[in-house]
């Protein structure tokens, strides 16, 4: 036979299908029942923020935050926007729950405003702040939603002196956390302490891209970081004094994940070594009860100070680890390098999502369970947030086709499964967003959401993607 083109290859299977010729029985392509089902009793959710999504910045005597000075300073966030009103789910959060419910999760992850419960930060609570949540959670619950909270999701009361350069700061986060499961712990068994270290402290403090905005030199910058998992280790503590027996403590961290460039056991080994020395500040900090010497030695002189005693803090076992999860880091083995490991820079050509650092990489969600799980042996992983920006389109017709979240989610979702199928302890995935909102420093511009929000009527509108997801939670399987 001569060489078909791939062309006329093609019209000679559509062509045998339709006359139902000579395919064997069970057909490549055919689906195996179940391959790809997640375990009975898989948590299946949605994650939000409190100022990405809230809006009322002034209802009902809440005081600002960082991020209201910091967004309502020219220049900084896109076309000077804010989350003054955002999705206004202050006001509309029935109608959210009921998002959440026709997409049939189980599970919620939210956060709270600091400074709606504490407007000044310590010191006087603010009754009607705190009832906002009460009544979320008894929202939530009364639809058969279990709430997951997030204590510290980036938007810090403006009234702390210092911000997270000031030590006091650790101690006020632990203050409210103790305080907040005081008042929740009956309701909520699922607390995260903070959101993504990296993103309020280098973010804020040493790059200047997200609040307060300050550009601090290393030593400063170090010591801010060491403030933020301070605060995680005595909220930590807060928290477990204060609730009832059995509730679960953990974090939200954006672990930078390390996937080896080629599956064999010297770049797997890398990828290990990495992921140690690649999170040395935060989690492996939070994991070991120590800073590595590595870290140390490599800060030098502009290592962080630390009080003898706050690693018994900062090291308080968990009961979970919460990853968010979104892209790759290459690593490949070098026996030149000091840790035994180098990075692989990105190519020019190396595709990403609507934003861009968001790059394409389905398997560093498997990655960075697998090697947080490998390394530290932790009890249980959350997939707390993953989820693209994509350039959504609302129709005429009012629909949303959104083929590359789709794309992207389907992708992870399939990696994902990998590690469940391994065994990895694996007990839910949050997905970003449950809705489009202020995507901090790119404003409105930048949309995550399953569904689309327009943000002039507040109408929100199931995309594509809500409707994929529906399914995959229905079948607890990914297609
Ligand atoms: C996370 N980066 O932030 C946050 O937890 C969410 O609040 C946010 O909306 C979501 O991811 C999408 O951005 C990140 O530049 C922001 O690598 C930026 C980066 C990573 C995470």
């Not at 694996?426 to 995507?439: A, C, I, P, R």
Request: hydrophobic share 40%; glycine share 8%.
């Amino acid at each position: 036979m001569r060489n078909m083109t791939r062309r006329e290859f093609g019209k000679t299977l559509a062509a045998a299908a339709v006359a139902g010729a000579a395919l064997p029985k069970f057909a490549f392509g055919a689906p195996v029942a179940e391959a790809r089902a997640f375990p009975k009793g898989f948590l299946w959710g949605c994650s939000t923020a409190a100022y990405q999504v809230e809006g009322g910045a002034q209802d009902d005597g809440r005081g600002p935050s960082n991020w209201d000075i910091f967004s309502h300073t020219p220049g900084k966030t896109h076309n000077g926007d804010t989350g003054d009103v955002a999705d206004d789910s202050y006001h509309r959060y029935k109608e959210d729950v009921q998002l959440l419910r026709s997409l049939g999760v189980q599970t919620y992850r939210m956060s709270i405003s600091w400074s709606r419960v504490f407007p000044n930060g310590t010191g006087q609570m603010n009754a009607k702040g705190m009832d906002y949540y009460n009544r979320v959670v008894d929202e939530l619950l009364a639809n058969r939603i279990t709430p997951y909270i997030t204590l510290f999701h980036w938007d810090l009361p403006a009234a702390l002196p210092g911000g997270w350069q000031n030590r006091n700061t650790a101690l006020a986060f632990a203050e409210y956390a103790g305080f907040v499961t005081r008042k929740l712990g009956d309701r909520v068994n699922h607390f995260m302490t903070t959101n993504e270290f990296t993103c309020f402290t280098d973010l804020g403090y040493r790059v200047g891209q997200f609040a307060p905005g300050l550009q601090l030199p290393a030593k400063e910058a170090n010591q801010v970081r060491h403030h933020g998992i301070l605060a995680h280790g005595l909220a930590v503590q807060a928290i477990r004094a204060n609730s009832p027996r059995g509730t679960q403590v953990g974090l939200a961290e954006n672990a930078n994940v390390y996937v080896p460039v080629i599956e064999t056991p010297e770049h797997i080994d890398a990828a290990r070594r990495a992921t140690r020395m690649g999170n040395a500040p935060f989690l492996t900090a939070l994991m070991e009860g120590a800073y590595m010497n590595e870290y140390l030695e490599q800060e030098g002189a502009n290592a962080p100070h630390f009080a003898p005693g706050d690693f018994n803090a900062i090291g308080s076992p968990l009961d979970f680890v919460g990853l968010n999860i979104y892209t790759p880091t290459y690593v490949r083995a070098d026996a030149n390098s000091p840790m035994g490991y180098a990075l692989e820079p990105a190519p020019t050509s190396y595709p990403h999502m609507a934003s861009p650092w968001l790059t394409i990489g389905p398997e560093c969600i498997y990655w960075g369970v697998r090697n947080v799980c490998d390394v530290w042996k932790v009890p249980a992983v959350y997939i707390t947030e993953n989820g693209t920006s994509s350039d959504d389109v609302l129709t005429p017709a009012g629909r949303v086709e959104d083929t590359d979240r789709v794309m992207y989610l389907r992708n992870h979702l399939t990696n994902l499964h990998r590690a469940v199928a391994e065994g990895y302890p694996l007990k839910g995935y949050f997905l970003w967003s449950l809705l489009d909102n202020f995507e901090w420093a790119d404003g409105y511009s930048k949309r995550f959401g399953l569904h689309y929000v327009d943000f002039k009527t507040q109408k929100r509108t199931p995309k594509l993607s809500a409707e994929w997801y529906r399914t995959v939670v229905a079948r607890n399987m990914v297609e």
